[in-house]
């Protein structure tokens, strides 16, 4: 059972590289840390000799300092140029987006900042090589693929809920105590222990899609440790757990609107047409070209949410909408492992294990079925082909958790911080550009510093727009802070 979720990982979208911490040591640069060369790891290759490991250990329970440790995974490549900032601490979203395995990929995308800076990530606690979670084995996942996630009948609904508090349950006996001890807060902690142990009196960070909530966190625990600080593809700080799922359906169908007008239909007419195609895939599943496997309407939703996350995907979409009219669903099973993380030989990744244990535990809400269902109406006005999935989402994704969740909306007002760069793309589907504009302004005056893209796709940054890399780049390499309020198109 997969989230549509939240805010998912940039890495969702995107081919990993993956990269562990081996045992040998280097110059550990003044750090602290015990920096080795990177190795394989069964997801890939490790990368370059520039990039160097190391674990950094930090209380399980930061109310107990002194107590039980848990090892942080960490990688960097150092600073090319003399004239050197300091470290620019790097978080891909998710929750549960591995920083140890994207930032080796990603590093083109940001090279010229490492003129003057170290590029440095982590795999947050539960994630990864962070002590990671696994709540299921592959042959249980794909077992669960025949759960309907937008239940139609009383006995779907029965399979939804029970699968939801089956996954939960093996979340609690694979992950025992650190479940309760993997929020957005103790990774912000984690976030100022990281800071010291690479030198830096202020930390310089870099939060792309749930970073920007993880780094708003930081900015309201630790004011005047923030130092040139951006976020990217901005999760909307003021909404509750059905405020994101509104938010997110909103985000997707207005992606798929401009994905429809741009092939020249009309989006109602395109959107009613596809809404029809999933109807028929959840009466008659299509066979996919793999023995065993059918494409399901959960899949063939996922499949069609992935390639909106980019433009340049959208003419994979066009051919797996077409196919699938066609009565072929393996395009849309094809990108809807690619979401979902699952291999040609069937292994899955852990990202969404990761994520739900994080979200989890920062949400206090937990809205019951009674109370979802008046809500689904209101979802499927929204988007004809994404609302019921996150609808329902809200009531499946926490249920019968087993632990308590910490609150209803994250706080991130930073008073005293310095400037910090707040980015917003108007076609934003995951995280909708409403979004960035709350977040500049519950970081407080004279904090938040708005800039905005007239663009499509998750996230501005590195995505085409010569003037939203150049402002970013300024403000990072030379702490040049833009105009509020200043639009890039």
Not at 88 to 117: D, I, K, W
Not at 173 to 196: C, F, P, W, Y
Not at 294 to 322: C, E, R
Request: proline share 6%; net charge negative.
């Amino acid at each position: 059972m997969m989230r549509f979720v939240r805010w998912t990982a940039l890495a969702a979208a995107s081919a990993l590289l993956a990269a562990g911490c081996s045992a040998g040591s280097s110059d550990d640069g003044g750090s602290g840390l015990s920096w080795g060369r990177c190795k394989a790891t069964a997801e890939g290759p490790a990368p370059s000799s520039d990039w160097q490991c190391a674990t950094l250990k930090v209380p399980l329970d930061w109310s107990e300092p002194d107590g039980e440790t848990i090892g942080l995974g960490l990688i960097r490549a150092k600073a090319r140029g003399d004239d050197r900032v300091g470290s620019l601490l790097f978080n891909f979203g998710g929750p549960g987006a591995s920083g140890v395995s994207m930032m080796p990929s990603y590093a083109p995308t940001v090279s010229s900042l490492r003129e003057r800076y170290d590029l440095v990530s982590w795999d947050p606690r539960g994630v990864g090589a962070s002590e990671g979670v696994r709540c299921r084995g592959d042959k249980e996942i794909q077992a669960a693929e025949s759960v309907d996630v937008s239940p139609d009948t009383p006995a779907e609904e029965q399979a939804y809920f029970e699968d939801a508090a089956d996954f939960g349950e093996g979340c609690r006996k694979n992950a025992g105590e650190l479940m309760a001890h993997v929020s957005t807060a103790d990774s912000a902690r984690d976030m100022d222990r990281i800071r010291q142990v690479l030198g830096d009196a202020r930390l310089n960070y870099f939060g792309i899609s749930y970073g920007t909530e993880l780094g708003g966190t930081y900015a309201h625990l630790f004011p005047k440790k923030v130092g040139r600080m951006t976020l990217d593809a901005v999760v909307d700080p003021g909404a509750d757990t059905v405020g994101h799922a509104e938010n997110q359906a909103r985000g997707f169908q207005r992606a798929l609107n401009g994905y429809l007008a741009s092939t020249g239909q009309d989006p109602e007419e395109g959107t009613r047409k596809i809404a029809d195609l999933l109807r028929r895939i959840d009466a008659r599943p299509l066979p996919a070209g793999t023995p065993g496997r059918k494409l399901t309407q959960t899949l063939a939703v996922t499949g069609i949410l992935l390639p909106l996350y980019s433009k340049d995907s959208w003419p994979t979409l066009t051919s797996a909408l077409d196919a699938a009219e066609r009565g072929d669903g393996s395009e849309l099973l094809a990108l809807a492992d690619r979401y979902n993380e699952r291999d040609p030989s069937g292994r899955y990744g852990t990202t969404t294990h990761s994520q739900r244990v994080i979200s989890c535990l920062d949400d206090r809400q937990r809205p019951t079925m009674a109370e979802t269902k008046p809500l689904l109406p209101r979802f499927e006005r929204i988007s004809p082909v994404f609302g019921a999935f996150l609808g329902w989402d809200t009531a499946g994704w926490c249920h019968d958790w087993p632990v308590p969740g910490q609150h209803d909306t994250p706080e991130v007002s930073a008073p005293g911080a310095a400037p910090v760069l707040v980015v917003g793309n108007t076609g934003d589907p995951a995280t909708p550009y409403e979004g960035a504009r709350r977040m500049a302004d519950e970081l407080g005056k004279g904090v938040g510093v708005m800039l905005t893209w007239r663009g499509d796709g998750h996230g501005a940054y590195g995505s085409g727009s010569d003037c939203i890399d150049s402002t970013v780049n300024a403000y990072l390499l030379d702490g040049t802070v833009p105009k509020d309020g200043k639009v890039c198109s």
